[in-house]
């Protein structure tokens, strides 16, 4: 059987990875190769061999892979490592990651040992997280395999490197293969897709000719999503507005530019919301569901707003500091502004609770590090500390930021508590080094700003308003995540679907269904997080009701009447805060996922 007329389901699948000597051009030369195969969605062999060069490595090359040269000196031939290679090509799709740069230095290779290159069908991971994962903006491997949950122990060697491209793969075949039946379907899925550019006349009324069948006029001034399909009704251009007449025409007025999809427009259709968070939220499933050509830019993001995060599924959790919320069993505080203060707030409460500065590999040692010599870390990189006394200190840095009072103010207290208590014990040089710590982290948490608050810590009613109505669209934030959304319903459906949302009712799979809530965020669900959590926090005034406990429906009817009549205000008394999220889905799409969970106690 032709192998690009093979089902991709039952085809074997050979992972690839190369390490060069770190040159360009001709003069690059491979130094380690290392495969991986794969069939059915599983790893299978494994194979590795470092390669003989000409010429001399580097001195940065040897440090940034590990690979020396006296291992080089000592190692097999070109030709017989890719005689090797060529016969555990036969018959097989090579898969790589930046496939273009591994298939351009694997020939080279073989040229130079005099071998013909056997050609096989050619598979690229980068080029497969951008085709199903749109909003993963970074795809170098190691935070591809972190936005899936994959562990890198080992990277920048050729066998590791293999393995953590073909978990990558793993992870997203079953998404492959739902779009492509074969091999050769899935090349074609991941070959560039932007359409050809025509070029399109103009007219002095600003829309182009080549739009008759377009009515702008059916278009509403509300906000909500637009959606451009050329004439067999394939998606082209999924925008959002507060105005979605004056958007969409905007795409084709003379000062727009020429966008290479408007040529091809024929079709507009829309969805209405009630609010620009709704539009937000629907843009982003649609782009996520269609994976329409022209949305080169899927979301806009603010890259200053990071979140602190601790993953509980490691030994020994660590605090870090990372642009997207943890996925899984997790605890995620954010979004915070200010990458630099957040790292030193993740510093501050290492050392007051002892938590472990180093990465998420736990070093072994035979001498505590630096910060266990002060007195700053429990140092279970040494292998004798109690894993409880270590979650319990954890446990107690987090539980400042997952009840539904302000962390920050939580954090003051527990070091002026801590402080007092050292001096009431007469250890005076704590107390001081504790009297330091609080006057900078009062520094740091003004500066901040807002509500240190984990983002599942407290479930809520909130209303996003609509730009010029009185009218809303509901949103049930609970566990961190969107656990439903509707334009604002009757008293009667806000209670049921308040309760479902709170109890983590399924409901039906559509736009009026309430989403499950769980214990895992799946990888390709945390964009949400952040829009929702970015636009609550520059949209402080929207009315939010806390649910814990469960409201009933008088208060609810309070709630919504106070917020259609007057200024935003919640009902119950709380603090002003900007409420990170986790994640959400609206209108015309299917409910999602899930949350972290808080640190067991």
Not at 77 to 98: F, K, P, Q
Not at 441 to 459: D, I, K, M, N, S
Request: charged residues 25%; positive net charge; hydrophobic residues 40%.
């Amino acid at each position: 059987m032709d192998l690009l007329a093979h089902p991709l389901g039952t085809a074997e699948l050979l992972v690839v990875d190369t390490e060069t000597n770190g040159l360009s051009g001709e003069l690059c030369e491979v130094t380690e190769v290392g495969a991986v195969l794969v069939g059915g969605g599983e790893l299978h062999d494994r194979w590795s061999s470092l390669v003989c060069g000409v010429a001399p490595l580097r001195r940065g090359i040897q440090r940034f892979t590990g690979i020396t040269q006296a291992m080089v000196d000592a190692a097999p031939a070109a030709e017989s490592v890719m005689r090797e290679l060529a016969s555990r090509l036969v018959g097989r799709v090579l898969v790589a990651h930046n496939a273009p740069f591994d298939k351009r230095v694997l020939r080279q290779a073989f040229d130079r040992g005099g071998l013909q290159w056997p050609d096989p069908p050619v598979l690229c991971t980068a080029s497969l997280a951008r085709a199903l994962l749109p909003l993963q903006r970074e795809r170098r491997l190691s935070a591809l395999a972190d936005a899936l949950g994959i562990d890198v122990e080992v990277s920048h060697r050729a066998l590791p490197d293999a393995e953590t491209c073909a978990r990558v793969l793993c992870a997203l075949f079953p998404r492959l293969c739902a779009n492509a039946a074969t091999v050769a379907d899935a090349i074609a899925l991941l070959a560039p897709k932007r359409p050809r550019a025509v070029p399109r006349p103009r007219c002095r009324s600003g829309v182009s000719p080549r739009l008759p069948a377009v009515d702008f006029a059916q278009l509403p001034r509300d906000p909500g999503v637009y959606l451009f399909r050329d004439a067999r009704g394939a998606a082209l251009y999924v925008g959002k507005s507060v105005s979605i007449r004056n958007r969409a025409r905007a795409h084709f007025a003379p000062a727009a530019g020429d966008a290479e999809w408007t040529a091809h427009a024929a079709i507009v259709d829309y969805r209405s919301t009630q609010s620009e968070l709704g539009a937000l939220v629907l843009e982003n499933r649609l782009i996520k569901e269609l994976g329409p050509p022209g949305n080169v830019r899927l979301t806009r993001r603010d890259d200053r707003l990071v979140y602190l995060r601790c993953r509980l599924d490691i030994p020994f959790p660590i605090l870090e500091v990372a642009r997207e919320p943890a996925a899984g069993h997790a605890v995620t505080i954010g979004p915070l502004r200010g990458r630099r203060l957040v790292l030193e707030l993740a510093e501050q409460l290492d050392s007051l609770f002892g938590l472990r500065h180093c990465g998420r590999r736990l070093p072994r040692r035979e001498h505590p590090s630096a910060y266990g010599q002060m007195g700053r870390c429990l140092s279970p990189c040494l292998g004798d500390l109690d894993p409880n006394l270590y979650r319990r200190r954890l446990d107690d840095a987090l539980g400042l930021f997952v009840g539904d009072v302000n962390g920050a103010r939580r954090l003051l207290e527990h070091v002026e508590g801590q402080m007092r208590e050292a001096a009431a014990e007469r250890r005076y040089e704590r107390a001081a080094w504790l009297r330091r710590r609080l006057g900078r982290l009062e520094v740091v948490l003004g500066r901040l700003g807002g509500v240190l608050q984990a983002t599942h810590a407290e479930p809520r009613l909130i209303l996003a308003a609509h730009p010029t109505d009185r009218r809303f669209d509901a949103f049930w934030l609970v566990a961190g995540r969107v656990a439903d959304w509707a334009g604002m319903p009757d008293h009667d459906e806000l209670e049921r679907r308040t309760v479902a949302a709170l109890a983590g009712l399924g409901g039906p799979r559509g736009p009026r269904g309430p989403r499950g809530v769980g214990t895992h965020v799946p990888p390709g669900e945390v964009d949400e997080v952040r829009i929702v959590a970015g636009w609550l926090a520059s949209h402080p005034e929207t009315p939010a009701l806390v649910l814990d406990p469960p409201p009933d429906r008088a208060e609810l009817e309070r709630f919504v009447v106070g917020a259609a009549s007057g200024p935003p205000a919640a009902s119950r008394p709380r603090e002003p805060r900007s409420p990170p999220v986790r994640q959400a889905r609206p209108a015309p799409l299917r409910p999602s996922g899930t949350a972290p969970q808080q640190p067991r106690r």
